[in-house]
Nanobody, 118 residues
Framework: QVQLVESGGGLAQPGGSLRLSCVASGVTFRSYAMNWARRAPGKGCEWVSGISSDSRNTYYADSVKGRFTISRDNAKNTIYLQMISLKPEDTALYCC???????????WGQGTKVTVSS
């Protein structure tokens, strides 16, 4: 059974930074693309970033390019999302997803909440 557990969310000030982590179990982690999506209050789900199984390919939404960096450690079954220069509009529930490709998800974590506010 695939399990994805996110952590690292919290309260940050505008301009601040956070690093999210997602640990996977029950899956051959190195074989899959991994993605981050977010759902802001009152809005739909948005793909934020993704990374291919071999880390060669990445995806970033236009709204986070230059501010967010995705990475993965296949030895630790973990992906990360380093977020800098945070904005209030980054406030959302951030979920990681295992997928067959970038911007796909067939298994999801419960999410970690990020709030950007002064």
């Amino acid at each position: 059974q695939v399990q994805l557990v996110e952590s690292g969310g919290g309260l940050a000030q505008p301009g601040g930074s956070l690093r999210l982590s997602c640990v996977a179990s029950g899956v051959t982690f190195r074989s899959y693309a991994m993605n981050w999506a977010r759902r802001a209050p009152g809005k739909g789900c948005e793909w934020v970033s993704g990374i291919s199984s071999d880390s060669r390919n990445t995806y970033y939404a236009d709204s986070v390019k230059g501010r967010f960096t995705i990475s993965r450690d296949n030895a630790k079954n973990t992906i990360y999302l380093q977020m800098i220069s945070l904005k209030p509009e980054d406030t959302a529930l951030y979920c990681c997803a295992k997928g067959s490709a970038l911007r796909t998800g067939d298994s999801w974590g419960q999410g970690t909440k990020v709030t950007v506010s002064s």
